[in-house]
């Protein structure tokens, strides 16, 4: 599907999948509204969806990555 990058399938629950959708760079916007088309195309039965802004370790990893990273000091 255009604009993923990714997906993990998680394990199932009954008579219902799972599975978690990574956007690709870019496209985390429109995402949702993708992946809700792509099922309605295919006739598939929503019956949640539910988007994260981020995982802690993703996070976490944007957040003290600039600090690691020497800067060339200035002349």
Do not use: C, N
Request: proline share 5%.
């Amino acid at each position: 599907m255009a604009g993923v990058a990714r997906t993990e399938a998680l394990p199932a629950v009954g008579a219902y999948a799972e599975a978690r959708v990574y956007p690709a760079a870019g496209r985390s916007g429109t995402l949702t509204r993708d992946v809700a088309q792509f099922a309605g195309a295919q006739r598939w039965e929503l019956e949640e969806m539910h988007t994260e802004e981020g995982r802690l370790d993703e996070v976490f990893r944007a957040i003290t990555l600039p600090d690691t990273v020497k800067h060339p000091a200035a002349a």
